[in-house]
């Protein structure tokens, strides 16, 4: 997977590409060089510059032909290319950053996925055959943990537990990523040591030392 600066990589490779066509260095009618030698000059993989060249296309900079390469269609339309970048008001350069990452937040949704397998699976003091020992606990009113993701609290690294989902009113979240939240009223299920679970009561109300009670999942 590419590293979400990719995203900043292809917008910008698109504007600098734009403003060389609106320098002349690529005329109207010729064709920029191929995406392995473009890949090579920005030092990027050859499906970043295909990113680059689709947002040019959206906007009548250049035109993409199978086996032909991209053929450079107007250098006024580099130059509003160009103008709409610096204000950051371009809605196909939005749409498809926004389309983007939406890639990157489900492919880092599977990894995390795995992850949690993973290290479930490997847990020193589960044995294998046996249920893992879960826990359940709401989150109170007043909670200082209400409104926070997961990543941003570092609930593992705080209480040793390992959330596998969170329910909310009718809805479960299984395996909730690094950016999940949490809200007043949900139940967080999570694996652990009964110690774990002791710290989990402690982490989201730490005025009220509750103790998380065992669930059957």
């Known amino acids: 997977m590419e590293k979400i600066t990719a995203t900043a990589q292809y917008l910008h490779i698109a504007r600098d590409l734009a403003a060389r066509i609106a320098k002349g260095e690529f005329p109207e009618g010729g064709k920029l060089f191929g995406r392995s030698m473009l890949a090579s000059e920005y030092s990027v993989s050859p499906e970043t510059i295909r ?28 130059k509003r290319y160009i103008a709409n970048f610096e204000e950051n008001s371009s809605p196909q350069t939005l749409r498809q950053q ?22 479930l699976k490997n847990r020193a003091h589960v044995v ?3 249920p893992l020992p879960n826990y359940e606990i709401t989150v109170p009113k007043g909670s200082p ?36 939240e949490l809200y007043d009223g949900d139940v967080v299920i999570f694996v652990g040591t009964p110690a774990a679970a002791e ?9 009220k030392q509750k103790s998380a009670g065992e669930s059957g999942l």
């Not at 947002?55 to 032909?68: C, F, P, R, T």
């Not at 926004?98 to 290290?119: G, N, P």
């Not at 409104?147 to 009113?169: M, N, P």
Request: hydrophobic share 40%; proline share 3%; charged share 20%.
């Open 199 to 207: 710290a989990s009561a402690r982490f989201v109300a730490p005025e």
């Open 145 to 180: 943990v209400i409104g926070k993701s997961l990543g941003e609290l570092k609930y593992w690294q705080c209480t040793g537990g390992t959330i596998v989902a969170i329910r909310r009113g009718s809805s479960t979240i299984l395996s909730p990523g690094p950016y999940a």
């Open 128 to 130: 294998e055959g046996e």
């Open 51 to 78: 990113r680059a060249l689709r947002l040019l296309a959206d906007m009548k900079v250049v035109e993409i032909k199978a086996q032909s390469g991209a053929k450079v269609l107007s250098t006024d339309n580099a």
């Open 98 to 119: 926004f389309s983007d990452i939406l890639e990157q937040y489900e492919t880092l949704h599977q990894q995390m996925v795995r992850f949690t397998k993973a290290l």
